[in-house]
Nanobody, 124 residues
Framework: QVELVESGGGLVQAGDSLSLSCLASGRPLSAYVVAWFRQPPGKEREFVGGITRRGSTTYGGDFVGGRFTISRENAKNTVYLQMNSLKSEDTAVYSC?????????????????WGQGTQVRVSS
C-alpha cells in the first residue's frame, strides 16, 4: 500500500507563489493517478486537479486558467502542485490522493489513498 505525505504549506501573502509536494512511499507512485483536493475553512472539499501516470493533467472548473499547475516526477515518487498569484480565498487544507483508476476521477470518494494534508494560509 502506498502512503502519501504532503509538504510545502505555510503562510504566504496574496500574490505569492507556493509549491506543494506529495511524496509517496511503500509503492511506486507511477502506478497511480494522483489528484490534489483542497478544503477551505467551513466549506466542502473540492477537486483542484489531477495527473495521470503519464503526466496528462486535468483541472477542476475553478482551477482552469493557469494559476495552478500539477506535475509529477515518478523517479522521485513525487507529485507537485505549483500555485501562483495566490489569493486569500486559496486558504485551505490541501491534500493529495491516489487512485488506481485509468482516468482521473474528480470525486473524493473515488480515491482510496490520502495524505494527511498541508495547511495553506494566504493573507491579504
Amino acid at each position: 500500500q502506498v502512503e502519501l505525505v504532503e509538504s510545502g504549506g505555510g503562510l504566504v501573502q496574496a500574490g505569492d507563489s507556493l509549491s506543494l509536494s506529495c511524496l509517496a512511499s511503500g509503492r511506486p507512485l507511477s502506478a497511480y493517478v494522483v489528484a490534489w483536493f483542497r478544503q477551505p475553512p467551513g466549506k466542502e472539499r473540492e477537486f483542484v486537479g489531477g495527473i495521470t501516470r503519464r503526466g496528462s493533467t486535468t483541472y477542476g472548473g475553478d482551477f482552469v486558467g493557469g494559476r495552478f499547475t500539477i506535475s509529477r516526477e515518478n523517479a522521485k515518487n513525487t507529485v507537485y502542485l505549483q500555485m501562483n498569484s495566490l489569493k486569500s480565498e486559496d486558504t485551505a487544507v490541501y491534500s493529495c490522493a491516489a487512485s488506481v483508476a485509468v482516468l482521473i476521477p474528480t470525486k473524493a470518494n473515488d480515491y482510496g489513498i490520502w495524505g494527511q494534508g498541508t495547511q495553506v494560509r494566504v493573507s491579504s
